[in-house]
Structure formats: structure tokens, C-alpha cells
Nanobody, 123 residues
Framework: QVQLVESGGGLVQAGGSLRLSCAAS????????MGWFRQAPGKEREFVAA????????SYADSVKGRFTISRDNAKNTVYLQMNSLKPEDTAVYYC????????????????WGQGTQVTVSS
């Protein structure tokens, strides 16, 4: 089992940057595929990015390609989401999640979730 804690959210102006972190407990962090999802008020949770256990493979939602970068440091049990060129439509609660399976974009594929961190982008 793994516990996930996100941090790094906040209020930023459009065009700005934020880096989210997700710290994981447990000795098997390096075995998990990690994902980032987001949920805006009144909307379903949506896939943002995912990274394989080794870091060799990544996947991004079309809406964030070229602006967001997912990375991980298995020695620190941490996954990151660097968000650049932020837009008001990026405003949401961002969640990290873990799965033993390959990279997946459906929330149902992930077994463990953090509590979320709020990102607000002002225009």
C-alpha cells in the first residue's frame, strides 16, 4: 500500500508556472506507475499526465502537451508535475495517483490517491 501527499498548489497569474510534488510513503514506490489528474468544479476528474515506474515512458493529455512535464525521483519517493504557461482553464484540484499497471488515462485504473492540491490561475 502507498500513501500520497500532494503539495505545491496555489494562485498564479495566467502565463505563470507552478511545480506540484507528490510524496509517497512505502518502500515500493518505484514499482508504481504514477499519474496526475485534475478536477474542476462541476466537472469529472480528468487525466493530465502519467509516468512509468522507470520514468522512461510518459503520457500527456492533449490540453497540456508542451506546457506540463511529469517526472519522478524514485530515490526521494516523489513525482512532480511542472506546469508552465498556465491558463485559467487549468484551474482545478490536482491529484496524484498510483497504479501497479501500465500507464493509463482512466481514473478507475489507479488504486491509490492523494488528497489533492488546489491550483488557481487568474486571468
Amino acid at each position: 500500500q502507498v500513501q500520497l501527499v500532494e503539495s505545491g498548489g496555489g494562485l498564479v497569474q495566467a502565463g505563470g508556472s507552478l511545480r506540484l510534488s507528490c510524496a509517497a510513503s512505502g518502500r515500493t514506490f518505484s514499482s508504481y506507475t504514477m499519474g496526475w489528474f485534475r478536477q474542476a468544479p462541476g466537472k469529472e476528474r480528468e487525466f493530465v499526465a502519467a509516468i512509468s515506474w522507470s520514468g522512461d515512458n510518459t503520457s500527456y493529455a492533449d490540453s497540456v502537451k508542451g506546457r506540463f512535464t511529469i517526472s519522478r525521483d524514485n530515490a526521494k519517493n516523489t513525482v512532480y508535475l511542472q506546469m508552465n504557461s498556465l491558463k485559467p482553464e487549468d484551474t482545478a484540484v490536482y491529484y496524484c495517483a498510483a497504479t501497479y499497471y501500465n500507464i493509463a488515462t482512466m481514473p478507475s485504473a489507479y488504486d491509490y490517491w492523494g488528497q489533492g492540491t488546489q491550483v488557481t490561475v487568474s486571468s
